[in-house]
C-alpha cells in the first residue's frame, strides 16, 4: 500500500508552479482560475507561502516568488548530483546526436521535466524545467507507468484523463496496457506526435542499483527526424548515457 501524500504540500507546490519566465508575478484570481479554487482557499495558500519566505507581495492582491526561493535554488546548484553528473552527460549527448535532451521525474499528475540540453540549431524544440508531461502520451511518461507495479499503474491510469490530444493519442486502456507492456519488454519507450503532432521522442530508463527507476532520459525533437534508423541510433546513444548515469550516480 502507498504512503498518502500530503495535498495541502501539493497544492502549495501547484501554486509555485504557476509562475514562470512569461509570468512573474500571480494573483488571487489566477490560482483560483487555473488550480479551481475559491477565493478563500487561494488567498490562504497565498498567505502561508508569503509568511515562509516563498513569495512575497510586492503590491495589494500581487505575489511574486521571494528571496527563500532564490537561496533553495543556489543551494540546489551547489549539491544536487543533477547538476554534477546528469546535466554534463545530457549536454554532450545534444551535442552529439544535435537533439534537445531532457531529464525527467514521477509526479502526482505527470512527468516532471527537472534537467535539459538544447539542440544546436537555428529551430529547435525546447521543454522548460518544470514542465508537467502527460503520462499516457509522452515517452518519458509511459516508461513511468510500465516501471510501475501492477496495483500502482492500474490506479495511476484511472487518475488521470487519457485526454485525446490528436488521433496517434493512445486513449483506449487496453491499447496502452499493450503499449506498455511492450516498453517493459524492449526497454524503452517512444513518441511518434502521439503528444504533440510534429514532435517525437525516445526516453529510457536510468535505473538505481535495485533496479529502481530513478530517472527517465529521453531524446526529443521534430518528428520528421526520427526515422526508425534514427530511433535505433538514439536509443543506443540514450542507453550508453544512462549507463554513466547510473554509474556516477552512485559513487
Same mark, same amino acid.
Given at each position: ?30 490560482? &483560483? ?27 495589494? @492582491? !500581487? ?46 499528475? @505527470?512527468?516532471? &521535466? ?8 537555428? $529551430?529547435?524544440?525546447?521543454? !522548460? ?10 515517452? /518519458? @511518461? ?9 496495483? /500502482?499503474?492500474?490506479?495511476? $491510469? ?25 516498453? !517493459?519488454? /524492449? @526497454? ?42 534514427? $530511433?535505433?541510433?538514439?536509443?543506443? !546513444? ?14
Amino acid at each position: 500500500m502507498s504512503t498518502p501524500l500530503n495535498a495541502s504540500l501539493l497544492r502549495g507546490f501547484s501554486i509555485l508552479s504557476l509562475f514562470s519566465d512569461q509570468r512573474n508575478e500571480i494573483s488571487v484570481a489566477v490560482v &483560483c482560475s487555473e488550480l479551481n479554487l475559491n477565493a478563500a482557499t487561494a488567498h490562504r495558500f497565498l498567505t502561508t507561502l508569503e509568511e515562509v519566505g516563498v513569495i512575497f507581495s510586492h503590491a495589494r @492582491g !500581487k505575489y511574486s516568488l521571494g528571496l527563500r526561493m532564490s537561496e533553495y535554488g543556489a543551494l540546489a546548484q551547489r549539491t544536487s548530483p543533477l547538476v554534477s553528473t546528469v546535466q554534463p552527460v545530457i549536454d554532450r549527448l545534444a551535442m552529439e546526436l544535435d537533439e534537445a535532451v531532457m531529464v525527467a521525474r514521477a509526479a502526482s499528475s @505527470g512527468v516532471m &521535466c527537472v534537467a535539459t540540453a538544447q539542440a544546436n540549431r537555428a $529551430i529547435a524544440v525546447n521543454v !522548460k524545467i518544470g514542465t508537467i508531461l502527460d503520462y499516457h502520451a509522452t515517452a /518519458q @511518461g509511459k516508461l513511468w507507468l510500465a516501471h510501475m507495479h501492477a496495483e /500502482q499503474r492500474d490506479r495511476k $491510469i484511472k487518475q488521470i484523463s487519457l485526454k485525446p490530444f490528436n488521433p496517434d493519442t493512445i486513449i483506449d486502456t487496453n491499447n496502452l496496457l499493450a503499449e506498455l507492456e511492450r516498453v !517493459k519488454q /524492449q @526497454g524503452y519507450a517512444t513518441n511518434l506526435g502521439e503528444r504533440e503532432p510534429d514532435i517525437a521522442a525516445v526516453a529510457v530508463p536510468v535505473v538505481s542499483k535495485k533496479g529502481e527507476l530513478i530517472l527517465t532520459l529521453s531524446v526529443f525533437g521534430m518528428r520528421h527526424r526520427f526515422a526508425p534508423d534514427f $530511433i535505433d541510433h538514439v536509443r543506443k !546513444k540514450l542507453e550508453q548515457a544512462a549507463r554513466i548515469i547510473r554509474a556516477s550516480y552512485y559513487t
